[in-house]
Nanobody, 128 residues
Framework: QLHLVESGGGLVQPGGSLRLSCAAS????????MAWFRQAPGREREEVAA?????????VYTDSVKGRFTISRDNAKNILSLQMNSLKPEDTAVYYC????????????????????WGQGTRVTVSS
């Protein structure tokens, strides 16, 4: 079983930065495609960024965060990260770390149903 724990959320002013971390335990994440999702009140959970397995992971981002967010992974430390810069009020949400249900390596898509392992979430609030 893969256990995921997020950290790094908080309150930040518009234009500020935060770095989210997701610490994994139970098994190595190296072969798992992983992603960050977010869910704002009253809205569906959406994929923010995703990365393939292996050390040289390919990355995808939703349009609204391109150029501002960077997803990365450290397979040796079993950590997934999300660097968030130039934050906007519309980035306010609970952010979740997720791993694919199977260690396939490649990204199957952005459907939350493809991700079988989830963290408990960390809240990000962007407000002045």
């Amino acid at each position: 079983q893969l256990h995921l724990v997020e950290s790094g959320g908080g309150l930040v002013q518009p234009g500020g930065s935060l770095r989210l971390s997701c610490a994994a335990s139970g098994r190595s994440i190296s072969m798992y495609a992983m992603a960050w999702f977010r869910q704002a009140p009253g809205r569906e959970r959406e994929e923010v960024a995703a990365i393939t397995g292996w050390d040289d992971g390919s990355r995808v981002y939703t349009d609204s965060v391109k150029g501002r967010f960077t997803i990365s992974r450290d397979n040796a430390k079993n950590i997934l990260s999300l660097q968030m810069n130039s934050l906007k009020p519309e980035d306010t949400a609970v952010y979740y770390c997720a791993a694919d249900s199977e260690p396939l390596g490649y990204l199957r898509g952005s459907d939350p149903a493809d991700f079988g392992f989830w963290g408990q979430g960390t809240r990000v609030t962007v407000s002045s």
